[in-house]
């Protein structure tokens, strides 16, 4: 590829753009243009489609990624547990504020009066004055009375209610686990796929990162879908045991009051930071432009404190699955990301937000390599990582300048479309820290972040061709 090509596909900023792939945005020209837009990691929402359709986006994908030489993340989003409702003899009824209704284990037809809930679990977990919401929170009911095989509740908020509508447990822990059969089937034809993340919705404890983990091993990351309040009870054990976590505002939405969740967000944001987690914002970022060519200016404001929050990505759902705009909606985040980013106040924010060094080598080099990289004004910081753990600890530190993430492996190269800042290339095997500075070098002269006789700052693990501490720093001129 001619260097002006590859310059165009260098990403002027620093936060990564996530965009969901659906019947808008499935062939391979529209994915093209998506990839050259700014998206840098897409999304395979496993909730719809076949794994045929899946398979042959997969396939465009990779071949997209042949063609450009950069890598490109895959996150396969697995359904989760999605609590419903059964049906109604007349297809939807209208429950009134006040009256009582009844969600049984009968699975009989409802009326206005009961429907099934074909779910023993909720019925058990439940205990009187918990709230059960319908329909993605437009109706809210509280239970009054509780049976072996039903729950009477009163309707506390009204409204229609058809087939087979959602069913959210707010205040309640329930003992399911994450992955249901459908998601189990999911997951192993995603990994054999090779995709680069796997999304697990609905997490509620640490024990369903660990079940994840037992089917994956380390053959993809784990990225946690925080949309459950007591997810953020377990916040932080939930952190040590992912890889990644996306603040999956839809459902975090639902369960819990609208004027929480901007605090959530920022909550997670930072103890992901703190721990060295990517971490995504999602849903609802540009949602008007799913039938508009413009947002609205509060979702351009909402994906801005994203990115002051110092956000790894923000990602686009129905906006470039589903919407008549997908192209356009992905151009919109890739310039609001990159004006933000030219900010002044968007760097003081950021430096004043680092979380302070853990107490290893790896993260006292790392965070040398950011002090040494502004002492100088490095053109970059060049991470050496077999697994992506040095160049996530290096973009943990938030450095001005950019990271170029190098390894042997193309799967964690695409594992780092997604991490802060780091513009991640495949190289050959490193002898020596020598033969490294000079692949450095080489790399950022051919990619144009630095010119002959600029400075570049370089990170590794040596002995090299071990994945471990990051424990060797060294200055090295652009020859």
């Not at 998506?34 to 719809?48: E, Q």
């Not at 033969?435 to 010119?451: I, Q, W, Y």
Request: include cysteine.
């Amino acid at each position: 590829m001619s260097m002006s090509a590859r310059l165009k596909l260098r990403r002027r900023r620093r936060t990564k753009i996530v965009a969901t792939v659906g019947p808008a945005s499935s062939d391979p020209e529209m994915l093209s243009r998506l990839f050259h837009a700014g998206a840098d990691v897409f999304r395979l929402n496993f909730s719809h489609g076949t794994h045929a359709d899946h398979l042959e986006r997969i396939r465009i994908i990779r071949s997209l990624e042949e063609k450009t030489g950069r890598p490109i993340g895959i996150l396969a989003d697995v359904q989760g547990p999605k609590l419903r409702v059964g049906r109604f003899a007349g297809g939807r009824v209208h429950l009134q504020n006040g009256q009582s209704f009844r969600l049984d284990l009968n699975p009989t037809p409802g009326n206005a009066r009961r429907v099934n809930l074909p779910h023993p679990e909720i019925i058990a977990a439940a205990s009187l004055g918990s709230t059960l919401l319908l329909d993605d929170g437009k109706l809210r009911l509280r239970v009054v009375r509780k049976r072996d095989d039903a729950v009477e509740t009163e309707v506390v908020v009204g409204g229609p209610l058809s087939d087979r509508k959602g069913v959210n447990v707010p205040d309640v822990v329930l003992p399911i686990p994450a992955l249901t059969p459908k998601d189990r089937q999911d997951l192993a034809f995603a990994i054999e796929q090779g995709v680069s993340y796997l999304g697990l919705s609905f997490v509620q404890r640490p024990e369903d990162i660990v079940e994840a983990r037992a089917l994956t091993g380390d053959r993809a990351w784990i990225m946690a879908k925080l949309e459950k309040p007591q997810a953020l009870e377990n916040l932080d054990a939930i952190l040590r045991l992912t890889d990644a976590v996306m603040v999956a505002r839809g459902d975090l939405g639902v369960e819990l009051p609208p004027e929480e969740v901007p605090l959530a967000q920022k909550r997670i944001v930072r103890a992901a930071r703190a721990q060295g987690k990517p971490v995504v914002v999602a849903t609802q970022m540009l949602e008007s432009m799913i039938g508009s060519p413009a947002p609205t200016r509060a979702e351009a404001s909402d994906v801005a404190t994203a990115v002051f929050d110092g956000a790894d990505a923000v990602m686009l759902s129905a906006e470039t699955a589903a919407g008549q705009f997908p192209f356009e909606a992905v151009n919109m985040m890739d310039r609001i990301v990159a004006r933000v980013e030219q900010d002044p106040g968007w760097r003081a924010i950021i430096n004043a937000n680092r979380p302070e060094p853990e107490h290893s080598s790896a993260d006292a080099i790392s965070a040398a390599a950011r002090q040494v990289a502004h002492t100088i004004g490095a053109q970059a910081i060049v991470a050496f990582t077999e697994t992506g753990a040095t160049g996530l600890r290096i973009a943990r530190e938030r450095p001005e300048c950019p990271v170029i993430g190098m390894t042997v492996q193309l799967t964690t190269a695409q594992r780092l479309a997604v991490v802060w800042g780091v513009h991640a290339l495949v190289s050959g095997p490193v002898q020596s820290m020598t033969d490294a500075v000079h692949k450095a070098s080489r790399a950022a002269l051919t990619e144009g972040f630095a010119r002959r006789g600029e400075e570049i700052v370089v990170a590794a693990g040596v002995p090299f061709g071990h994945s471990g501490s990051t424990n060797a720093l060294r200055v090295a001129s652009v020859r």
